[in-house]
T-cell receptor, first 112, second 112 residues
């Protein structure tokens, strides 16, 4: 158990819908990262937050957005969902940017 | 874009055999290097990491990795595998802006 928690574990929804994935970092970690793992693309970095502010953006679609709240938990919002958005979404956290990232159990999203 | 290459996506070997997984990256600047493992149905766990110093790094569960700067490589090794080492192994490189770039992974199956 890494100390990073993610909810829900599984999510099944339909195309065109919007979902919110939640992540709570390890106690004391200020930085949160979101990754998408799919069969064809592998593990891709989406976005990073540090102490509430966006720090870096990766291959994140415009339909996706995220935020980090004052209590340091983070939410990833996925809208206008497409079949191709089906994937495992991981959250990771680190004490500060640049330190070792510890991963949560992931949220498996299935878009039908 | 920075890239991380892992070859031989599927590896099948018998217990007690030696394992070596290759990892090559494209970034020429200062990098931090990681190997993560994902056991079936579980989240990513850190096996070992290299930030600086001795290029031969020892991790958990008997794994080690060697950083060879001239070859842009960070190969993972274990002298004698066990059935419980069946998992997917990911090499990751952290570069400049703190994001991790992952390889496609090696699916390792150890036959008892």
């Amino acid at each position: 158990d890494s100390g990073v928690t993610q909810t829900p574990k599984h999510l099944i929804t339909a195309t065109g819908q919007r979902v919110t994935l939640r992540c709570s970092p390890r106690s004391g970690d200020l930085s949160v990262y979101w990754y998408q793992q799919s069969l064809d693309q592998g593990l891709q970095f989406l976005i990073q937050y540090y102490n509430g502010e966006e720090r870096a953006k990766g291959n994140i679609l415009e339909r996706f957005s995220a935020q980090q709240f004052p209590d340091l938990h983070s939410e990833l919002n996925l809208s206008s969902l497409e079949l191709g958005d089906s994937a495992l979404y991981f959250c990771a956290s680190s004490v500060v940017p640049g330190e070792t990232q510890y991963f949560g159990p992931g949220t498996r999203l299935l878009v039908l | 874009a920075q890239s991380v290459s892992q070859h031989n996506h599927h590896v099948i070997l018998s217990e007690a055999a030696s394992l070596e997984l290759g990892c090559n990256y494209s970034y020429g600047g200062t990098v931090n290097l990681f190997w993560y493992v994902q056991y079936p149905g579980q989240h990513l766990q850190l096996l070992l990491k290299y930030f600086s110093g001795d290029p031969l790094v020892k991790g958990i569960k008997g794994f080690e990795a060697e950083f060879i700067k001239s070859k842009f490589s960070f190969n993972l090794r274990k002298p004698s595998v066990q059935w419980s080492d069946t998992a997917e192994y990911f090499c990751a490189v952290k570069y400049g802006n703190n994001r991790l770039a992952f390889g496609k992974g090696n699916q390792v199956v150890v036959i008892p």
